[in-house]
């Protein structure tokens, strides 16, 4: 927590944003992507400029300054700290999955995946 902040399920992330702001859907990270050049640099571009494995660190030229906290698996197990950074979407895929933003240490590009709800991935907030 100290260093990477939380991980959160699908459901915990929901509630995780203070009033007067929310957890971004799908339409706002294609926004953020589209704002820092496309999805092809964003990962590049909002990764922190540190912390990353195998040289995978970004420009953070927006001061988004994502760090790799990796994700928590439903049964308690965490990996990928240092190669990834997850962020929970509020929008949902089928009753089991929801999507979330993906940076990864090898890509300079940002994705959108689904996962299982129950995993535990980093949050940010939007201010409405």
Same mark, same amino acid.
């Given at each position: 927590?100290?260093?990477?902040?939380?991980?959160?399920?699908?459901?915990?992330?929901?509630?995780?944003?203070?009033?007067?702001?929310?957890?971004?859907?799908?339409?706002?990270?294609?926004?953020?992507?589209?704002?820092?050049?496309?999805?092809?640099?964003?990962?590049?571009?909002?990764?922190?400029?540190?912390?990353?494995?195998?040289?995978?660190?970004?420009?953070?030229?927006? !001061?988004?300054?994502?760090?790799?906290?990796? @994700?928590? *698996? =439903?049964? %308690?197990?965490?990996?990928?700290?240092? &190669?990834?950074?997850?962020?929970?979407?509020?929008?949902?895929?089928?009753? !089991?999955?929801?999507?979330?933003?993906?940076? @990864?240490? *090898? =890509?300079? %590009?940002?994705?959108?995946?689904?996962? &299982?709800?129950?995993?535990?991935?980093?949050?940010?907030?939007?201010?409405?």
């Amino acid at each position: 927590c100290k260093k990477y902040g939380r991980l959160y399920s699908w459901k915990a992330a929901l509630y995780a944003c203070p009033v007067g702001w929310h957890l971004p859907g799908n339409i706002d990270f294609k926004t953020l992507y589209e704002s820092v050049g496309g999805k092809q640099v964003a990962g590049k571009k909002l990764k922190n400029k540190e912390g990353w494995n195998n040289n995978g660190n970004g420009t953070d030229a927006f !001061g988004f300054s994502a760090l790799p906290a990796g @994700y928590r *698996y =439903s049964n %308690g197990y965490y990996d990928d700290e240092g &190669d990834d950074a997850l962020f929970w979407s509020s929008t949902e895929s089928t009753s !089991g999955y929801a999507y979330d933003m993906y940076l @990864y240490y *090898y =890509s300079d %590009g940002a994705s959108l995946y689904y996962d &299982d709800k129950y995993y535990g991935f980093s949050v940010r907030c939007v201010k409405d």
